[in-house]
């Protein structure tokens, strides 16, 4: 995203911001679809990353399916255009009320996470008279190399079913007459850009397969999730995520049977580098081991630095020229100290009134924004 093509639309906005640029969205989605149909595979945009309607509707026209964790993600996926047969709802935690829910949208596919949900969908499926298509979320212990909050693939996550529960979710599974298992699914993690990981989880989904193969179980649909990264730190020059190699590692490495579909689960790589948060120096305070530079924007706009210590390249759009530079700590108003964006950025001389940008904000940022403090929500542009 390059600012300089948008100094009109950028003069009098209204800070703090989301501004979204859609021709980078554009160009990222037929990336990807272009990648994924050559090898036949389907992606499903995982909602969680970014659900501004307009986003949406981009990313549904294109052809994309939907991944859902929420009854209302699926609700807003289905009222965005997503055709409900392209709609896959996972999550450790769902509740009676969000699988009725689903279970009525006819979506295409649950993907289950635990012997008890089995159950669950079986008697729900069953008082509407219908056959819920599931998958079977794997453990596949397998390290992402990501931030531990981040990690969902290793035995000690709460996520899916382990492999030494297998023969007893078998079992359970024929028993349940409302309940059709049609796959696997996998999900090892977030803001992945070493593909050594992908690398190895093909090699524990291939022993899945050959398992499920022994025992004659077909499986029609092999979901391998999301998690792949983006480059936070070049967000001008890298604004394009590699999905060439990304499916092409896939494609080498699953053993993938005859009739056999690949679905993927994709969240930040669609939608993190489109987007950017605006935000205005309210003050600059002196200190004596550093300066600051306070921002409108904070914590409660954009979370993951104080929960991740996430970085996001900041710049000072006002003082592109500037010569002299200087380090601060880019902060926001709460009363919270971990309400930091960076420490000791190295910025032109900055002053109050500024307009500063946080990079690839586009996933993960305004939709784990809050209240808190009751704050306002910050605004939103799109950039055309
Ligand atoms: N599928 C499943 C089952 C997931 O749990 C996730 C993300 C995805 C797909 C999409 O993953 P992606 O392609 O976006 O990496 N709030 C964190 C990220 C949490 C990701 C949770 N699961 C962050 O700001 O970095």
Redesign the pocket.
Known sequence: MDFRNYQDQLANIQTPCYVYDLNLLNKTLDACKKAADQFGFHVHY?L??NVQPTILKAIQSKGFGA?C?SGNEVRTAISAGFDQSKVVF??VGKTDKEINMALAADIFCF?VESLQEIEVINELAKAQNKIAKIAL?LNPNVNANT?H??T?GLAENK?GINFWELETVIDLIKNSLNIELIGL?F?V????NDLQVFKNLCAKVNEFIAWFDTRQLPLKVLNL?????IDYHHPKENNLVNFQAYFELFHQFVQQKEGQEIHF??????V?SSGALLSRVVYIKEGIQTNFAILDAGMTDL??PA??Q?FHKIENLSKQQESISKKYDVVGPICESSDCFGKAVELPITTRGDLMVIYSTG???EV?SSNYNLRENANVLFLQ
């Open positions: 995982a969680k990353a991944d964790v996972a999550g993907n979320r931030h909050y981040i969902t996520f699914h999900h993690g977030s803001q992945i999730g999301g998690g792949l990264g689960e994709l969240g930040r790589s669609l993190a979370l993951r929960l991740y996430a996933a993960y940022g784990m």
